[in-house]
Structures are given as structure tokens and as C-alpha cells.
């Protein structure tokens, strides 16, 4: 799923970060304990663990919700019938097997029969059945539907079969069914956008809801009935701090115990004795990319002389020196560099102030009195909008705004709380240009996002991209199973938007997470640390809630 940070196929993120629960037994001045000197201590049930987030959750509800906070939270709360595993491949999660015919067009799901809803109730077919019409449903405000546009029908023979057939090959389907498996028995015949479970929602995952406090925290308990086991710890927090130097401060604080390092912090404020003992820290490749997104619908943007521009007067490097201190790599395009459908031969624009000025004055821009280019009477000048909370993205504007001062360019920052941000612009197209990042899957489909039929209020095309050959290629892309000609349609995406610049890819950051040394029970893999978030426990004489 796509999901916005700051999307899971496609997360965006600039979002905000982690959340978490504070005990009241704590207070704020305590420091987490010291490593065990017996690290093989027994694993033991009990403790909470406190995540800090930079946004609140919107809703609670997955298919409505397209920001990577909310899905933080669902994501411990609800399954779907599959899921990756630690080293990326597709598993099973609801569903216990599944079986895919020969011709790739039918896919047998067999679900898990020891299952229940939080709320005792038994899971069945029908809950897949319900999730599917209701993403279907035209009066369904979802970003996810496109997925399931494409199944030509979903039938149960029994409680415990889900077969789902498709009209023609479609290449993420199997992935497609990582989507959350939704309680019928609570939803149908409602109005989803008016249900009670988008703040208290009632799922089948490890953990379950307990409270949400708006401004604060979301509180999770672990479901003792899960299906892969209980998890050890009893409580999961979230807490919302939209300043990752207070958060910084509460986790050195013993206020949080798990966040997402900023690059200096990791580089720079964590390296001593202390810290170590208190806290492990993680490095490894990000799912996601930053981007400057350009608002296509307006008149200054439409020029794609001016897009590239921007792009030609933005040193890629220097912003990962300077904002990421090296942990970082550069975007061309919106594939990660390393996967098998990233192009390795982009033909990136190289940073050239030169050839920006150029650009621009080929666009009709000439050197104003006050040192800015003019045309038509008006000042070359537009706000770039981030969301509040995330000095890694203000870095990065403020180096921006100055390199592109020097080839003439007026630009201002406007900083905005991250409800606001996707409310009141991002989902009405109510910025010039737009500072985020995107979470992606490892599929490479990236239909919602660049698809000319995606533009809608809430949809993920909200820079209003269109190109048809694009949407041809994004179409045949999904609907092969054959890699290579799946490749073919995506390295002449990437050429195409190297060459229209819709977007200018910055860069791809390493993942920087810490948490508290007395959980034990981490194991990192190629899909991060949190995999295995079931296994992690506090040794019994470590627990402090």
C-alpha cells in the first residue's frame, strides 16, 4: 500500500514518525536503566514500550487513511491475508496458504481458523468478503481502490476459503491482499467515513486498542488471544511529540523509549558512554525518497523549462553532506536505487546553476532591479510547504531556498501542522510546491501516484500528473507477470519523468532508529526491526511501567 510520510505500498513521509504511552508510575526526570549485565536474561510478559511520533493519526480506519502515522498504529492493530516476512518475501498472515493457478489469474486463499476480532468475534470469509466491497464502493473515500478495481470477482465456498479471480494478469495482486482485513460484522450496512472504529477501532492484530488521547498518545494492549502468539510486551504507546528535538530530550529523558534519530543526533549527540549503555541505535536503507513536488495546475509550473531548472540549481550532494551527514544516497526517480526495477542509466539532472539561469531565461525570466527574475511585471517567487515538526525537511528547504536565490529564484518556507497539511493542502491542491516523502513497497507499481486518473481530492496524484504515455506504461507495467517486460515499462517511466521533472528526487535517507536497551528481543533484517515486534520483552528485573 502507499502511504504518506510525513504512504505502504507507498508511504509518504514527511511526515511524522512514531508514536507512545507514559506510564503515570514514571516520571520525567528517571533515565532508562542500563544494559543488563546478563543480556541473555529471560524473555518475561509485562512493560510498556513508548514510540515517539511527529503526527497524529487521522483515522483508524486503513482504507481511509493515506498518511504513514495512522498506518503506524493500524499496522499493530488489524492483519491482512498476507504480509512480508523479515527478509521481504510474501507470507501468509490471515490467510494460513494461499495458492495461485497456473495462468497467474486465480488466487485460493485458505484462512486461519483460530482466529477472533478483538472483540471475541470469530474471523470468516465474510470480513474478506465485506473489506473487498467496501474499498470497491464508489462512496468510499480510499486511495487503495485501484488495487481491487481489477479483480473480476471474490467468492467463499465456506467460512474459511476467499478465491479470488482476475479477468487478465495483474502483477501486484498477491501483494495487493496485505490490505486490512476489516470487521463485517461491525461495518456492514454503515456508512464507513461515520463509524465509532475510526478512533476506536476493533481489529485481529497483536495488539488492541485501549485509548487514544487527542494531542497525546494512543494506547495499545496486547491481545493475549493473537493468533502467532501473545506479544511479551503489555502495552504499546504512542506519543505525539511534533518537535524532534523535544522528543530527542524525552528520550534521553527516559519519556520515550523508541523514535527515529535525526542524522546529527546519530552522528553527533549519541556517540558517548551513557547513551550507548541506555539505548541501541539502527542504521540501515529507507523505503522512501524525498521530493519537491511541483503543483502542475499552476501556470508557473506548467513550464517544464522551470522544472528543470529548479532541479539544475539544486546541489543533490550537498544536501545529503549537509542535512543527512552522508547516511543517505541520491533520488533520480522514484525507484530506490538497488531494486530490480530502478533504470540505472537516468540520465539525472546534474546540479549547474548555469543551466538553470539558462532555462529560465530561454522561459522568458530576466534579472529583476532587487536581483530576482521578473517576467510579465511579476517576481519569480513561490512557498515551498513542509509539515511542522521534521527539522531534517526545514534543513533541507532552508539549503534549497538559498541555492535557488542564486539563479534568481524568490523562495519562501511556510511550516504547517501535519493534520492541516494533508487536510487543508495537500488533499485540495492548495500549495505551488510541496516538501514531502514517499514510504514505497517493494512492488514497483506506482499507479496511484502517477496515473492521470488518480488526481482526486485525497488521491495520491495531487500534483496533477499527466502524461499518456506514462499512464499507458503504468498500465501495462501492472498487468504482465514477465519481470523483464515489467523492467522495460518502468526504466522509460523513470526516463520520462527524468526528462518532465514533475518532481525533483532529492534523496533517499538511511532509517535511523533507537530504542531503549532494556528491550531485548530485536533482531534487524532487510525489513527493519520491526518484524518481529512480538518477540521483544523486557527482561522481568528491567520493567519500569
Same mark, same amino acid.
Given at each position: 500500500?502507499?502511504?504518506?510520510?510525513?504512504?505502504?505500498?507507498?508511504?509518504?513521509?514527511?511526515?511524522?514518525?512514531?508514536?507512545?504511552?507514559?506510564?503515570?508510575?514514571?516520571?520525567?526526570?528517571?533515565?532508562?536503566?542500563?544494559?543488563?549485565?546478563?543480556?541473555?536474561?529471560?524473555?518475561?510478559?509485562?512493560?510498556?514500550?513508548?514510540?515517539?511520533?511527529?503526527? *497524529?493519526?487521522?483515522?483508524?480506519?486503513?482504507?481511509?487513511?493515506?498518511?504513514?502515522? /495512522?498506518?503506524?498504529?493500524?499496522?499493530?492493530?488489524?492483519?491482512?491475508?498476507?504480509?512480508?516476512?523479515?527478509?521481504?518475501?510474501?507470507?501468509?498472515?490471515?490467510?494460513?496458504?494461499?495458492?495461485?493457478?497456473?495462468?497467474?489469474?486465480?488466487?485460493?486463499?485458505?484462512?486461519?481458523?483460530?482466529?477472533? &476480532?478483538?472483540?471475541?468475534?470469530?474471523?470468516? /470469509?465474510?470480513?474478506?468478503?465485506?473489506?473487498?466491497?467496501?474499498? $470497491?464502493?464508489?462512496?468510499?473515500?480510499?486511495?487503495?481502490?485501484?488495487?481491487?478495481?481489477?479483480?473480476?470477482?471474490?467468492?467463499?465456498?465456506?467460512?474459511?476459503? @476467499?478465491?479470488?479471480?482476475?479477468?487478465?494478469?495483474? #502483477?501486484?495482486?498477491?501483494?495487493?491482499?496485505?490490505?486490512?482485513?476489516?470487521? #463485517?460484522?461491525?461495518?456492514?450496512?454503515?456508512?464507513?467515513?461515520?463509524?465509532?472504529?475510526?478512533?476506536?477501532?476493533?481489529?485481529?492484530?497483536?495488539?488492541?486498542?485501549? *485509548? &487514544?488521547?487527542?494531542?497525546?498518545?494512543? @494506547?495499545? !494492549?496486547?491481545?493475549?488471544?493473537?493468533?502467532?502468539?501473545?506479544?511479551?510486551?503489555?502495552?504499546? %504507546?504512542?506519543?505525539?511529540?511534533?518537535?524532534?528535538?523535544?522528543?530527542?530530550?524525552?528520550?534521553?529523558?527516559?519519556?520515550?523509549?523508541?523514535?527515529?534519530?535525526?542524522?546529527?543526533?546519530?552522528?553527533?549527540?549519541?556517540?558517548?558512554?551513557?547513551?550507548?549503555?541506555?539505548? =541501541?541505535?539502527?542504521?540501515?536503507?529507507? =523505503?522512501?525518497?524525498?521530493?519537491?513536488?511541483? =503543483?502542475?495546475?499552476?501556470?508557473?509550473?506548467?513550464?517544464?523549462?522551470?522544472?528543470?531548472?529548479?532541479?539544475?540549481?539544486?546541489?543533490?550532494?550537498?544536501?545529503?553532506?549537509?542535512?543527512?551527514?552522508?547516511?543517505?544516497?541520491?533520488?533520480?526517480?522514484?525507484?530506490?536505487?538497488?531494486?530490480?526495477?530502478? =533504470?540505472?542509466?537516468?540520465?539525472?539532472?546534474?546540479?549547474?546553476?548555469?543551466?538553470?539561469?539558462?532555462?529560465? #531565461?530561454?522561459?522568458? &525570466?530576466?534579472?529583476?532591479?532587487?536581483?530576482?527574475?521578473?517576467?510579465?511585471?511579476?517576481?519569480?517567487?513561490?512557498?515551498?510547504?513542509?509539515?511542522?515538526?521534521?527539522?531534517?525537511?526545514?534543513?533541507?528547504?532552508? $539549503?534549497?531556498?538559498?541555492?535557488?536565490?542564486? %539563479?534568481?529564484?524568490?523562495?519562501?518556507?511556510?511550516?504547517?501542522? &501535519?493534520?492541516?497539511?494533508?487536510?487543508?493542502?495537500?488533499?485540495?491542491?492548495?500549495?505551488? %510546491?510541496?516538501?514531502? #516523502?514517499?514510504?514505497? /513497497?517493494?512492488?514497483? +507499481?506506482?499507479?496511484?501516484?502517477?496515473?492521470?486518473?488518480?488526481?482526486?481530492?485525497?488521491?495520491?496524484?495531487?500534483?496533477?500528473?499527466?502524461?499518456? !504515455?506514462? +499512464?499507458?506504461?503504468?498500465? !501495462?507495467?501492472?498487468?504482465?507477470?514477465?519481470?523483464?517486460?515489467?523492467?522495460?515499462?518502468?526504466?522509460? $517511466?523513470?526516463?520520462?519523468?527524468?526528462?518532465?521533472?514533475?518532481?525533483?528526487?532529492?534523496? %533517499?535517507?538511511?532509517?535511523?532508529?533507537?530504542?531503549? /536497551?532494556?528491550?531485548?528481543?530485536?533482531?534487524?533484517?532487510?525489513?527493519?526491526?520491526?518484524?518481529?515486534?512480538?518477540?521483544?520483552?523486557?527482561?522481568?528485573?528491567?520493567?519500569?511501567?
Amino acid at each position: 500500500m502507499i502511504v504518506r510520510h510525513g504512504i505502504l505500498r507507498w508511504r509518504r513521509y514527511g511526515i511524522a514518525g512514531m508514536i507512545c504511552l507514559l506510564c503515570a508510575a514514571c516520571t520525567a526526570g528517571e533515565t532508562p536503566a542500563p544494559r543488563s549485565s546478563s543480556p541473555a536474561a529471560p524473555p518475561a510478559y509485562g512493560d510498556s514500550l513508548v514510540e515517539g511520533t511527529i503526527g *497524529e493519526a487521522s483515522t483508524l480506519i486503513p482504507i481511509l487513511a493515506s498518511d504513514s502515522a /495512522s498506518h503506524s498504529v493500524a499496522g499493530l492493530i488489524y492483519n491482512g491475508l498476507i504480509k512480508y516476512d523479515k527478509n521481504l518475501k510474501i507470507v501468509g498472515d490471515l490467510a494460513e496458504s494461499y495458492q495461485i493457478s497456473p495462468d497467474g489469474l486465480t488466487i485460493t486463499f485458505k484462512l486461519r481458523k483460530n482466529v477472533t &476480532w478483538h472483540d471475541g468475534k470469530p474471523f470468516t /470469509s465474510r470480513d474478506v468478503l465485506y473489506t473487498y466491497r467496501v474499498i $470497491i464502493d464508489p462512496k468510499t473515500p480510499t486511495a487503495y481502490s485501484e488495487d481491487f478495481k481489477q479483480v473480476a470477482a471474490v467468492t467463499a465456498p465456506d467460512s474459511f476459503t @476467499v478465491i479470488v479471480r482476475y479477468a487478465k494478469p495483474y #502483477a501486484p495482486a498477491l501483494a495487493s491482499w496485505s490490505v486490512a482485513i476489516l470487521p #463485517a460484522h461491525l461495518l456492514e450496512g454503515q456508512d464507513i467515513t461515520k463509524s465509532p472504529l475510526a478512533r476506536k477501532p476493533v481489529g485481529t492484530g497483536p495488539f488492541r486498542f485501549k *485509548e &487514544w488521547v487527542a494531542g497525546q498518545k494512543v @494506547v495499545l !494492549e496486547a491481545n493475549k488471544e493473537y493468533f502467532e502468539g501473545r506479544p511479551y510486551l503489555d502495552r504499546y %504507546v504512542y506519543r505525539l511529540i511534533p518537535d524532534t528535538s523535544t522528543m530527542y530530550m524525552e528520550l534521553k529523558a527516559g519519556g520515550v523509549d523508541q523514535m527515529g534519530l535525526t542524522p546529527v543526533q546519530f552522528a553527533r549527540q549519541t556517540d558517548t558512554p551513557r547513551f550507548k549503555a541506555a539505548f =541501541n541505535k539502527y542504521r540501515y536503507p529507507s =523505503n522512501g525518497y524525498l521530493y519537491l513536488g511541483y =503543483n502542475l495546475r499552476h501556470p508557473l509550473f506548467k513550464d517544464v523549462r522551470v522544472r528543470r531548472a529548479m532541479t539544475a540549481a539544486i546541489n543533490k550532494d550537498e544536501l545529503i553532506q549537509g542535512v543527512l551527514f552522508g547516511m543517505g544516497q541520491k533520488a533520480d526517480g522514484p525507484m530506490i536505487p538497488g531494486r530490480w526495477a530502478h =533504470n540505472p542509466k537516468i540520465k539525472d539532472i546534474p546540479f549547474n546553476p548555469d543551466y538553470a539561469r539558462q532555462l529560465l #531565461a530561454e522561459a522568458g &525570466w530576466k534579472p529583476g532591479d532587487d536581483g530576482f527574475l521578473q517576467k510579465d511585471g511579476k517576481t519569480l517567487r513561490f512557498t515551498i510547504l513542509t509539515n511542522q515538526g521534521n527539522q531534517q525537511r526545514l534543513m533541507t528547504a532552508q $539549503i534549497i531556498q538559498q541555492r535557488l536565490k542564486q %539563479v534568481g529564484v524568490d523562495v519562501r518556507i511556510r511550516i504547517v501542522e &501535519w493534520a492541516a497539511f494533508l487536510k487543508e493542502f495537500i488533499d485540495k491542491g492548495n500549495f505551488e %510546491v510541496v516538501l514531502l #516523502a514517499w514510504l514505497t /513497497s517493494q512492488d514497483p +507499481d506506482m499507479y496511484d501516484i502517477w496515473h492521470s486518473s488518480k488526481t482526486k481530492p485525497g488521491e495520491l496524484n495531487f500534483i496533477g500528473y499527466n502524461n499518456p !504515455e506514462v +499512464d499507458r506504461l503504468l498500465e !501495462e507495467g501492472r498487468s504482465t507477470f514477465d519481470i523483464e517486460k515489467r523492467k522495460k515499462a518502468y526504466y522509460r $517511466i523513470q526516463d520520462i519523468l527524468a526528462e518532465e521533472q514533475p518532481y525533483t528526487f532529492l534523496y %533517499v535517507p538511511d532509517a535511523l532508529p533507537v530504542v531503549s /536497551s532494556r528491550i531485548r528481543g530485536i533482531e534487524p533484517a532487510p525489513a527493519g526491526i520491526g518484524h518481529n515486534l512480538i518477540k521483544w520483552y523486557v527482561p522481568k528485573l528491567e520493567q519500569r511501567y
